[in-house]
């Protein structure tokens, strides 16, 4: 009995598979010229057309900013934020037209089959004309793009997202990347190149005048661009490593989908979580209001709060920077000359103070009122993890820490620090970057705000800081190397920086005094574990 009913329900298995298998045989395949014909598919073509010229004319101006792309391709370098919006305008120009050129492509690689290949017929032949013509426009102009800028996770992090971006472009470098070698596209493209082209273009030239290309376009398109087309597919020299790259993003998006929420618990807990039973700084109050004296807009802080947890996870001895800007009264006096002032009023601004009002009005707002902070004046600029952002603070707040060191930019002038801050505090209120990556711009820590504060280009005089990568790949600046380029200059390039006072922490005694150029140096030799 149990043989029987196997072997009947066997046979209904059978019986059920062969009656859908005849439904599909029965059923006519669906058009897909019928779904693409007509007016569709003509102005499928005439956005082709256009955008195909778009994305010329924006190579045009991608190869016009080569030493741009360069830079912005390049681990130790930073833009200035006229920089970044300059790469930001050119990028989304070019990504406009390529993404209208992918839809296109995509829309016919779906819905398209090959009309000479097996359950093809009666397809139309100028639509899988413009589906194979879209992706070799994706090949031809995306190719040329990565010549001009070189791929690299510096570039895919500043074109990817941050200030200024719009939302369309957020992660719009990382899809250009997997659009252009997507492998199935490229498959089907080399299969037209090799077995069908011929004979779907001689199908193509027999078509009646009512053709949707009367001029044939498309023809001539492929007459001048077969050659480039069939090269690039061979995948040789710079092709090979920019599909490398791509071919690495989703497991790329997939380690950071979760990495960025882990490094944040950890450090935020690292940040609250201390080793000493010692609650109150080494450096008082009176120290801190003595040092300010000394201090001028623009100056760079360092700063160690010793017994911390976080002191593990960060290379050498110093844990913090941040930006000295002064209080809003001793900013406009120091940036009230004549150089900054003639600088600005070419900006259409009466001096700095306006343009950061209207720049950064929150931010400046917050800078002017005192009572917040009760009483006492917002002095410094500095990235807080466990605040999550960027934050204006008072020096008291800032410096309430155990050793603390400011130093001076050596060739910045005047009229480059104002530059710089206005640049610094247009980043107010920036989240906190968990994932310490230096090249992002939508989120910062520390070291990140002064470097990009300090991007020199053009006529604006900045500062080099040494970026250096981490154990897990991105790159970041840590406090210490900034202290490293007084200590341990670079030879044959001119100083950066100067050292302007030190408080040194006594930890055995409970207090703090103020060091010399050797005793700072000493710090930069300095191994501790908190």
Sequence with gaps: MEDLSLRCGRFIGVAVFVLCAADGLASPRPDARSRLEG???ESDLDELRRVEAELRRALVEVSSARALFAKASDHVQFLTRD????????????????????????????????????????????????????????????????????????????????????????????????????????????????YEARRVFLHYADLADGSIDP??????????????????????????????????????????????PVVKEVAQFLGRTRVETRTRPLIRLSQVRTMLAQLEPGDLILEKKTGYLCNLAIRGFWGHSAIYIGSYEEAQAYFDTEEVKAYFRELGFDGFMEFVEQRSPEAIALWRDDDHLGGAPVRVLEGDGLARSIVLRSAEQSLASDYVAALRPLQPGRLDKARAIADALSYWNTPYDF?????????????????????GGGDKRGLRLPVERTLDGPYMIYPSAIAELITEPVEGEARQLELVYFLRGIEGEGRAEVGGADEFAATTARITLF
Excluded at 92 to 98: E, L, P, S, T
Excluded at 441 to 450: G, S
């Design 39 to 41: 007016a569709r598919l």
């Design 83 to 194: 920089e970044q919006a300059e790469l930001l305008r050119r990028w989304q120009r070019y990504y406009v037209a390529f993404t209208a050129v992918d839809r296109v492509a995509r829309t016919y690689f779906q819905e398209v089959p090959s009309p000479i290949a097996p359950g093809g017929e009666g397809v139309g032949f100028e639509a899988y004309l413009l589906g194979n013509l879209a992706r070799a426009i994706k090949l031809i102009h995306g190719t040329a793009f990565a010549e001009i800028a070189p791929d690299s996770s510096a570039l895919a992090a500043r074109l990817n997202g941050g200030i200024g971006h719009p939302a369309p472009l957020r992660g719009s470098y990382d899809r250009f990347r997997v659009g252009l070698v997507d492998k199935l596209e490229l498959g089907r493209l080399l299969r037209f190149c090799r």
């Design 215 to 260: 001029e044939r376009w498309m023809l001539r398109f492929w007459q001048r661009n077969r050659a480039a087309v069939e090269l690039l597919l061979q995948l040789d020299g710079e092709g090979r490593d920019l599909i490398a790259a791509a071919l690495a993003v989703p497991a790329l998006e997939r380690y950071g989908s979760f990495r960025g």
């Design 435 to 455: 994932g310490f990556d230096v090249h992002s711009d939508d989120a910062l820590v520390c070291t990140e705000l002064i470097a990009k504060a300090y991007a």
